[in-house]
Nanobody, 119 residues
Framework: QVQLVESGGGLVQPGGSLRLSCAAS????????MRWYRQAPGKQRELVAT???????NYPDSVKGRFTISIDNTKKAGYLQMNSLKPEDTAVYLC?????????????WGQGTQVTVSS
């Protein structure tokens, strides 16, 4: 049974950095696509980063230049490096991954990790 386990969230001051991790346990296959979403109380879920094999990335304007998404298939994990954090980045961050082989992939969701940006 494949599970995505997130870690790295926490409390950080404005201007600080955090690195979120999303590890795929129980899988011997590669991660082909990973996305990070965030959801703040009372707001719609927002897509904040996408990476697709072989390494194409996409970000909304709200995080472009501050967030960086990456995948390391030797560790079966993905990451979201978040710099210059702002209070409006406060949310639960969830990872989504498509794992499998080139013509057969399964989608998985992580459980979420809280990021709080506050002084």
């Amino acid at each position: 049974q494949v599970q995505l386990v997130e870690s790295g969230g926490g409390l950080v001051q404005p201007g600080g950095s955090l690195r979120l991790s999303c590890a795929a346990s129980g899988s011997m296959f590669s991660i082909y696509t990973m996305r990070w979403y965030r959801q703040a109380p009372g707001k719609q879920r927002e897509l904040v980063a996408t990476i697709t094999s072989p390494g194409n990335t996409n970000y909304p304007d709200s995080v472009k230049g501050r967030f960086t998404i990456s995948i390391d298939n030797t560790k079966k994990a993905g990451y979201l490096q978040m710099n210059s954090l702002k209070p409006e980045d406060t949310a639960v961050y969830l990872c989504y991954a498509e794992i499998g082989v080139p013509n057969s992939r399964t989608a998985y969701w992580g459980q979420g990790t809280q990021v709080t940006v506050s002084s």
